[in-house]
């Protein structure tokens, strides 16, 4: 199972932004495709955004679309999630995941431990 670490959560107030971050420890993201996905309890798991390791492809929640981008740093060992002009709805915690394989198709069989967003005044 591949390791990953989130960080860059926090508290922020609405129309704020957040950098969300996704540590690759001890592989490179060149085989694997990166996808956010959030939960708060009690809820389903939402896919936010993935981004394709073998052409970049990416992909948005429509309820993100327009706010949030992803991207892939250039020694492929982070991804990142800005988020700007952010909701109190896009409070919860964030996971960012790795695919078994290149494609945002594949299955999600790595998971972060998560990053709590808040967006509150």
């Known amino acids: 199972q591949l390791q990953l670490v989130e960080s860059g959560g926090g508290l922020v107030q609405p129309g704020g932004s957040l950098r969300l971050s996704c540590a690759a420890s001890?592989?490179?993201?060149?085989?694997?495709?990166i996808g956010w996905f959030r939960q708060a309890p009690g809820k389903e798991r939402e896919g936010v955004s993935c981004?394709?390791?073998?052409?970049?492809?990416?992909y948005y929640a429509d309820s993100v679309k327009g706010r949030f981008t992803i991207s892939r740093d250039n020694a492929k060992t982070t991804v990142y999630l800005q988020m700007n002009s952010l909701k109190p709805e896009d409070t919860d915690v964030y996971y960012c995941?790795?695919?078994?394989?290149?494609?945002?198709?594949?299955?999600?069989?790595?998971w972060g431990q998560g990053t709590q967003v808040t967006v509150s005044s």
């Open positions: 995941a790795a695919a078994d394989g290149s494609s945002c198709a594949g299955d999600f069989g790595s």
């Open positions: 981004i394709s390791s073998s052409d970049g492809s990416t």
């Open positions: 001890g592989f490179t993201l060149d085989y694997y495709a």
